[in-house]
């Protein structure tokens, strides 16, 4: 190993943080399927870890990857040890530099392949594709979901029978594919899309829901709450609650799916709340009076099984926050 007797520049240790890909591709740890690994914490037969740029932004320089089995969150230095046992930030930089060397993909070769493919789509662009796509042969989809004509039509959703596709367009700024369909995955946003889905009207009371998907997000909305946000992904909860929690007064409840990824992320955002000295999150599932129904594993599976029990619970934070009709736009 290299002499690292020497100081390294905070700068230096993130700047490493964006060759996790690079150092996993090297480890031979790449997959076929673009930026998906077998755990390194455990033995699966099919790959759970994904790795994705903090913040969904590549300009933050920072990659990291998660495991959907068991909920474990990685960046490049946490690999190195798991992999190869180096201990110490330190130590851990020089290991990478010594085997990155001459491998790591430059800067402009990065920036290109990420920019590969996402040039956001115009409005015209998504009108287009969404006037192709038929609403009337997706509302019987939709309903299986619980989701009635008036959420459909006021939200537009609709269906692709090509790709056989249930279709979310967030306003005009895009829109995400749920595949009914598919063996490798089932979400799909338009290109370039980095906005969250959220709904169209909000009281100015009543605290903002968090949930996993746009579909759990449209199942609140279904149950007669209007303050929700989707996070699109497990992995941008923490990221999505400082931004709110830095910007307004309002409560944040959050509503995750009940498997171990979601108990897990939760309790790293109450974690992240004591250290930080964040107010702390509401968790849905705690406000909700009987016993949960473990067999449901989201809140969709609540609103097809106990729509009462979830609108009952709704009803109850609303009755609670003085919730009015004063909206604003989400």
């Known amino acids: 190993m290299k002499n690292n007797n020497g100081t390294v520049h905070p700068s230096k240790i993130k700047e490493m943080k964006k060759y996790l890909d690079d150092y996993m591709r090297i480890k031979g740890r790449a997959l076929r399927e673009k930026n998906t690994y077998f755990c390194v914490l455990h033995d699966e037969k099919r790959p759970s870890l994904k790795s994705y740029w903090l913040n969904n932004d590549p300009n933050t320089g920072v990659r990291k990857a998660k495991c959907f089995s068991c909920g474990a969150s990685f960046d490049v230095y ?5 992999l190869e046992g180096v ?7 020089y290991r990478l530099c010594e085997v990155l060397g001459e491998n790591i993909t430059t800067e402009e070769e990065r920036e290109k392949e990420a920019n590969k493919s996402k040039q956001k789509l115009t409005v015209d662009e998504v009108e287009e594709y969404l006037s192709k796509c038929n609403q009337m042969t997706g509302i019987p989809f939709w309903k ?8 459909i039509l006021e939200y537009r959703l609709t269906y692709d029978e090509n790709k056989r596709a249930l279709v979310i ?15 490798s995955y089932r979400y799909m946003k338009s290109s370039g899309l980095r906005d969250y889905f959220r709904s169209q009207n909000m009281n100015r009371k009543l605290p903002i829901i968090l949930t996993e998907g746009e579909i759990d997000a449209l199942s609140i909305i279904e149950a007669g709450y209007p303050n929700v946000i989707s996070l699109g992904s497990i992995v941008n909860l923490i990221n999505v609650y ?14 995750v799916d009940l498997d171990t990824a979601g108990r897990k992320w939760m309790q790293d955002l109450i974690n992240t ?13 705690d406000c909700i009076r009987q016993p949960i129904d473990t067999s449901c594993k989201d809140i969709n599976d609540y609103l097809i099984k106990h729509r009462s029990i979830l609108e009952e619970c709704l009803d109850g934070l609303k009755e609670l926050y003085g919730g009015s009709h004063e909206e604003i736009d989400g």
């Open 78 to 82: 946490d690999l190195v040890a798991a």
């Open 87 to 93: 201990k110490g930030l330190k130590e851990q930089y």
């Open 242 to 255: 400082e931004g709110i929690v830095a910007t307004t007064d309002l409560d944040v409840i959050i509503a």
């Open 144 to 151: 299986e979901r619980g989701i009635t004509e008036k959420t």
């Open 169 to 183: 367009p967030f306003g005009k700024e895009g829109y995400v594919q749920r595949y009914l369909q598919h063996s």
């Open 273 to 285: 709340c004591v250290t930080i000295g964040w107010r702390k999150p509401i968790n849905l599932w």
